[in-house]
């Protein structure tokens, strides 16, 4: 499965912005989907996924109410949007795929192991 991200961009705090992951190549199989960001100087940390079906979503602490992810498995398209946007989540934002089956049975949405393929990243700068 190829991964595209794209919509990064330059934002006042307090913004909105969306972002987008289109799939590619075997999407046939039931895929999760997370997207995870890195800012400068920091490690890669988990930021939002959700499930194949679309009814279950996970989000990190630090950005729950503001970003919403929702997928339309029609257009193999993952997307993220994000509310109230602070200097803080300023980043490279990535989006990942994993099996659906994996997620079933280790529930590891929130972690990096747990995606077998990854895009490009997009850059988010939330000016202040």
């Known amino acids: 499965v190829q991964l595209q991200a794209s919509g990064g961009g330059l934002v006042q705090a307090g913004g909105s912005l969306s972002l987008s992951c289109a799939a590619s190549g075997r999407t046939f199989s039931p895929l999760a989907m997370g997207w995870f960001r890195q800012a400068p100087g920091k490690e890669r940390e988990f930021v939002a996924a959700i499930n194949w079906t679309g009814d279950r979503t996970y989000y990190a602490d630090s950005v729950k109410g503001r970003f919403t992810i929702s997928r339309d498995n029609a257009k193999n398209t993952v997307y993220l949007r994000m509310n109230s946007l602070e200097p803080e989540d300023a980043a490279v934002y990535y989006c990942?795929?994993?099996?659906?089956?994996?997620?079933?049975?280790?529930?590891?949405?929130?972690?990096?192991?747990?995606?077998?393929?990854w895009g490009q990243g997009t850059q988010v700068t939330v000016s202040s």
């Open positions: 990942a795929a994993s099996p659906q089956t994996r997620k079933d049975y280790y529930g590891d949405y929130a972690e990096l192991t747990g995606y077998d393929n």
